[in-house]
Structures are given as C-alpha cells and as structure tokens.
C-alpha cells in the first residue's frame, strides 16, 4: 500500500467528530443531569412543589455552566453545523495544514508582486517580406499578435527563497523550448558574457531553460558558474563521439590537404578540424540529441555576443502562435570560396526529389540574375536563430543534409551551417513562415545591428539596414556581390526601391560601394 493510500485510509477511518465518545473516561466521572437531581431532592427530604421546583432549579444553575459565546474566527461560526457533525478534529488539522501549505505553494512572496516589467517605451519595429497576402482571413498576423502581447505580457515572475518556482502553473501553454549553446569549457567567460545580457534582458522574465553541449564533459567550474547566472534550469550535455568525428565515407589525405588549401588562401576558420564538425552538428545533429526531444522550439546562443535591447515579448509564445519556423536577425554575405560546391549540390538535391520543395518556396531573393542565377552566397546570420525542432527533424530537411553530408562537403570545402540552414528554409518553408527580429540589437564579432529609434529600449547606437552586408567577405576574395544587399532582397517591395537619378556606376566613381541609393535607409521613424 503507498503512502498517499496509507494517508487516505487514515483520514477516512477518523471518527465523526465527538468532544466525550462512549466509554470515555471523561464520560464516565461526570454526573448526568438526572442523577444531580435526585441526589438533590434526596437531601431535602419531602417539600412542596413549589419549594422543590425552586430548588430543582438553582441546582440546575448550580451544575449547568452558563453557555459561552465562540470566538469571531471558531470552527463553530465558519464550518456548518452539518459538517463538523461529519468531521473530526484530526481531519480538519489536516485540511487546514494542507489549505496553507497550497497558500505558501502557489502564491508568489511578497517581494515578486511588483516585479520589473520593462514597458515597451518603443514600438517593435516590424519589416515584413513582400509576400501575398493570404487567402485565410484567419492566419497568424504577427504584428497584430505584437501590440497584444508585448509589454511582458506572458513573463514569469521567478520565485525567490528555497520554494521551487512553477512557472508552467497558470501557463499551461507555454512553448517547449529552450536555450541552446554549443561551447567548450574554455569558453566560459565569453558565454557568461552572453548568458547575462540575455538573461537581464529576457530570459529572467521568462525563464526557459539553458542546455550547453560540448564534445567533452563540462568541468564543475562551468556548470557552477552558468548555474549562478540565471534560475531557469540548466542541463550539460555531451555531443555522441559519433557526430563529431570523421565519418568513415571521407577520405582522411583529402581532408587534410583542403585544411592546407583553404587556410593558405584564408578562408576563415578553414584550417580549423574542430570548425568542421561543429558547422557539421550544427547542420544536421543539434536537434537529434536525445535532450531535445522535449523541447519544440530552440534559441541559438554564442559565446561572447551581445545582446542590446529589453525585449517585452515571448519569442518562443510568438513564433508558435504565428507559425512561424525560423527567426533571424542578420542576412549578410557569406565567404563563397568555404562552400564552392554548395548550390551545384543543392541543385541536384532539387532535381533528384522535386516533391520536397514547398509549394510557395521563394528561392528568387537568393538567386543572382548577373551571375548566370547562381546562389548570391546570402546567408541568414545563424549564431542568431530562434526556430521550430520539428521543421529541422521533418523528411525535406533531414533528406538535404544527408544530400550534402554524403557529398563530403563539410570536409573537403568548408560548408556552414548558415548557407545550409538558409537554403533548407528557402526550400522548404513559405516566406511568410520566416521571420526578421528587427527588433532586437544583437552583435557577434565584427557584425552588429542596432534598430533606430530604440532608445531607452536599447543600449547602441542605431545602425543601418546594410551595414552588415559584406563584412565577411575578404578583400582577396573574387566573388561577385549580388544587385541588392542580401536583407533588402528577402524583404523586397519598397526596400529595394532606388533613389531618382541615382546609379551604382556614379556612387563608385565617388568612392561608395554601389549600395546607397536606397529611398529606404533603414533608419526612418518607425523603421529599422
């Protein structure tokens, strides 16, 4: 029989409610009121009626305790009569024990009732691709979703003291999802930087999980210190040997002599053996591991980013309640000489299965007309990415990484996970299920964006729209820049839209770059 059985039992057999039960020795030392009265009469002897009644009744006064008024909060004037016949002392005890302990439970501590709610001093800013609008006048409106939800409307005020904090109460709807770090314990104090600027500016409102993979064990110093950062949960997990290793289809003298090849022409990051299988795990492992099968929905976090802005949403709660699939926060070229094989690949991959690409797929935005409509090298920026698990386990997905993976790509060149994850939600995803977090200051390394017009909401300075555009690509590099900027493509319509009279040939002859003729420069009230 199990505890709570035992306890059940226990509290079901207590006795009714009794103040002397039969037998009790209490019952038994005291005198019944007809017994007080013959022992009365006996000792008058022989009176009259009158008399007799006179005495009878101040010996009633005399053995009868005059009634007492319960106190204001008694059981007798909260709990009726009808019950407390029913119910014991003991049970009651129990009830009102279990009653306060449920109070202690749920009901946050004083010092959380005027929690930091950051207000949304500024509007988000809100660019979206040129798409059709859709025919059900029922989809998702991400921007109306904004204006309804924002000003923290679905944080979560974190318990303090040694009770656990149960967010999910009162919450049953929130995503499952998490934060996801792939990072070395040498990394620590770049991921501490990242870990406490997210989590001042968001997650201490939300608190969703931390899970930090690593291809060895993380060291006690790591787990204590990351533990110290925030009080959502945190789970150290270890990548199998099996993804991080050299599958046994690639020719081992090849790959070397591509480490040689691309580091000597400077491909960055090109001599690197750890660099290839971390760009190949987070292609097509991240979301196998066996941790992650709870979890719906991911946020990509690196070491030593920046985080810049207060963000007064739920991100995760946003992208499920508008089915959106992936977010992003920079779209910016890429080095082509890592990945020269990459769209003859994945042109193949569109040939062989035409059945995986999606109907409404728009791969236009990254094809270069100038350039024989070969892939522009525009890549979603993904040390930023916020998406769905389920998009990345699905068959199109997993059939285009074994595509490229079987190819030897990520070994013999220097496949990213940015060029794939972008080309895969080209193909496999409608625009409109894609989303730009314009929103959001974000910088990582050399790149960063800052939205206009966010202060006090954000601590940089605005940048605009294209200043990220080509800073990955070195100057020895030969490739061809595409028309647009790679964000002003995706996003079309107005944002490509050229000044009266400008032309690239007389910006350069200035010394400009042949990008700044746009009417729209990002940096408009209420944009950018």
């Not at 020269?340 to 690949?345: G, Y």
């Not at 940015?418 to 995803?429: K, Q």
Request: some cysteine.
């Amino acid at each position: 029989m199990g505890v709570l059985d035992k306890f059940t039992r226990w509290l079901s057999d207590a006795p009714a409610r009794d103040e002397y039960p039969r037998g009790s020795p209490k019952l038994a030392a005291t005198p019944s009121y007809s017994s007080m009265v013959s022992k009365f009469t006996q000792r008058t002897g022989t009176s009259s009626s009158s008399s007799s009644h006179s005495s009878l009744s101040s010996s009633s006064s005399f053995w009868l305790s005059p009634p007492r008024t319960p106190p204001r909060w008694a059981l007798s004037r909260i709990i009726p009569s009808s019950i407390r016949s029913s119910i014991s002392k003991r049970q009651i005890a129990v009830i009102v024990c279990l009653s306060l302990c449920l109070f202690v439970w749920f009901v946050p501590p004083p010092s959380t009732w005027r929690h930091d709610s950051i207000p949304a001093t500024a509007p988000n800013f809100v660019a979206r691709p040129a798409t059709p609008v859709p025919a059900n006048k029922h989809a998702p409106d991400p921007v109306r979703w904004l204006e309804r939800n924002s000003n923290n409307k679905h944080a979560v005020v974190p318990r303090s003291g040694i009770m656990p904090s149960f967010s999910g109460l009162g919450s049953s709807n929130k995503p499952r999802a998490a934060l996801i770090s792939l990072v070395r314990n040498s990394e620590l104090e770049g991921l501490m930087q990242s870990m406490r600027q997210l989590e001042y500016h968001w997650n201490r409102k939300y608190q969703y999980p931390w899970i930090f993979f690593n291809d060895e064990p993380f060291s006690d110093e790591f787990k204590a210190a990351t533990q110290n950062l925030t009080s959502a949960q945190c789970y150290y997990e270890v990548v199998p040997e099996e993804h991080w290793s050299l599958p046994d289809w690639i020719d081992e003298g090849r790959f070397m002599n591509s480490l040689e090849y691309l580091g000597a022409i400077g491909v960055g990051k090109g001599w690197m053996i750890s660099y290839r299988h971390m760009c190949r795990w987070n292609s097509g492992f991240f979301y196998k591991h066996p941790r992650l099968l709870e979890f719906d929905w991911y946020w990509r976090v690196e070491p030593d980013v920046h985080f810049f802005c207060d963000i007064d949403y739920d991100i995760f709660r946003f992208m499920r309640d508008n089915s959106l699939k992936y977010g992003f926060n920079m779209n910016i070229l890429d080095d082509a000489r890592s990945f020269p094989s990459l769209w003859s690949r994945t042109r193949s991959f569109i040939n062989t299965f035409p059945h995986l690409i999606h109907p409404e797929a728009d791969l236009d935005w990254l094809l270069d007309p100038q350039n024989s409509g070969d892939y522009n090298n525009c890549q979603f920026f993904s040390n930023f990415e916020v998406g769905s698990l389920e998009f990345f386990r699905g068959e199109a997905n997993e059939k285009y990484f074994e595509w490229l993976d079987r190819g030897g790509g990520f070994f013999y060149e220097r496949f990213g996970d940015a060029p794939i994850h972008t080309l895969s939600v080209a193909m496999f995803l409608p625009k409109r299920e894609i989303w730009w977090f314009g929103d959001l200051g974000y910088q990582h390394d050399i790149n960063r964006y800052c939205p206009s017009h966010s202060s006090p909401r954000c601590s940089c300075e605005p940048t605009p729209l294209d200043e990220n555009f080509y800073k990955l690509v070195p100057l020895e590099s030969p490739q061809k820049k595409p028309k647009d900027t790679c964000i002003r493509q995706f996003l079309g319509g107005d944002w490509i839209k050229k000044k009266e009279g400008w032309t690239v040939e007389g910006e350069r002859a200035l010394g400009g770059d042949g990008y700044g003729g746009y009417v729209l420069s990002g940096l408009e009230e209420g944009g950018g």
